[in-house]
């Protein structure tokens, strides 16, 4: 479609274990986080036919949750730092994670009947969506439309690429909108590009240290 776009202009250690060369590929991807047999996706809400105890639960859960308290996972082409998750007991309608991309990585492909964004801290990369590609740099937000085939790279073979993703998967869940599925894996072999890469522990410069990453 004319004028059509996905992506609108704006101004702990890592947990890489399952990258052992004592694993097989098959092992390797069924470590991965998406990979997970016991994900919580939406979470039970039990007791008697009275929220105040839920509520009062929910008031007193952190308001403010620290990046050093949850590691990276994955790798070694793509790590997700995940911030916020319905097994957390604190939200049942989004999900917030940081995703960083080692360079000349590439994400899993996959489609979900929730949308989502990412707004992109830094580096240069683009999407392919339902066979599409639209290109991204810092300070742009992608969006996933619905029932997208989607798959995330950073374009460039030097640099990592940066993304904070908020998702409404939790809430489509819990509404029985149950779809979604892995096209392909994320990846677990380590190229050249991406081979030493380890992810950003600490944020230096607010994301915008002199020259930036592009």
Known sequence: MDGDTRVE?????????HNSEKLTREERIANLYHS???????RAIQGEY?????????????????ARESAFLDGPQCFSRNYVEPKDGITQTFHLHLE?????????????????????????????????????????????????????????????A????IK??????????????????????????CEGFAPREIEEDFNHPAGGYR
Request: with cysteine; aromatic share 8%.
């Open 168 to 193: 409404t998967k939790p809430m489509y869940l819990f509404l029985n909108m149950l779809f979604q599925k892995t096209v392909k894996d994320r990846p677990v072999d380590v190229t050249p590009e």
């Open 162 to 165: 940066r993304a904070i993703v």
């Open 100 to 160: 960083e991309y080692a360079p000349g990585a590439s994400s899993q492909k996959h489609g979900h009947v929730n949308e989502a964004a990412f707004y992109i801290l830094d580096g240069t990369g683009y999407e392919i969506h339902d066979g599409v590609r639209y290109d991204w740099e810092a300070g742009d937000v992608a969006i996933v439309h619905n029932n997208c085939v989607h798959q995330h790279f950073n374009a460039s073979t030097t640099k990592p």
């Open 36 to 42: 997970k047999k016991d994900r919580v996706f939406v």
């Open 50 to 66: 009275n929220v105040k105890a839920e509520l009062d639960r929910l008031r007193a859960e952190p308001r403010v949750r620290r």
């Open 9 to 17: 202009a704006g101004a702990a250690a890592s947990v890489i274990g």
